[in-house]
């Protein structure tokens, strides 16, 4: 198991991209949360199954399809054990 912090650049706010991140998440079985930040981008912690964690990046990396992800940055995080679900805020 792994986790992932993930910032997300581009057209990604407005466009259903955090109810997108959740319907994956749940597809993937991906705990976490995704979230606006201020600036435009949206924040996401994921964790799961490496394997499973990877194709969810990947579905992120493509977005809804009135989204225009140009940047993806990725950066490890400690995994959360008692974090079961995967949250929109």
């Known amino acids: ?20 991140c959740y319907k994956t998440a749940k597809e993937y ?5 995704v979230k606006n930040l ?3 981008d949206v ?6 199954e490496e394997g499973l964690l990877n194709d969810f990046i990947r579905r992120v990396n493509i977005g809804p399809p009135m989204s225009k992800v140009t940047t993806l940055h990725k950066e490890e995080t400690k995994y959360d054990d008692k974090m079961k679900t995967f949250e929109v805020y």
């Open 1 to 20: 198991m792994r986790a992932i912090r993930i910032i997300v650049k581009g057209l990604v706010q407005g466009v259903g991209f955090r109810y997108y």
């Open 43 to 48: 924040e996401i912690l994921a964790q799961g």
């Open 38 to 40: 201020y600036n435009g």
């Open 29 to 33: 079985g991906i705990s976490g949360y």
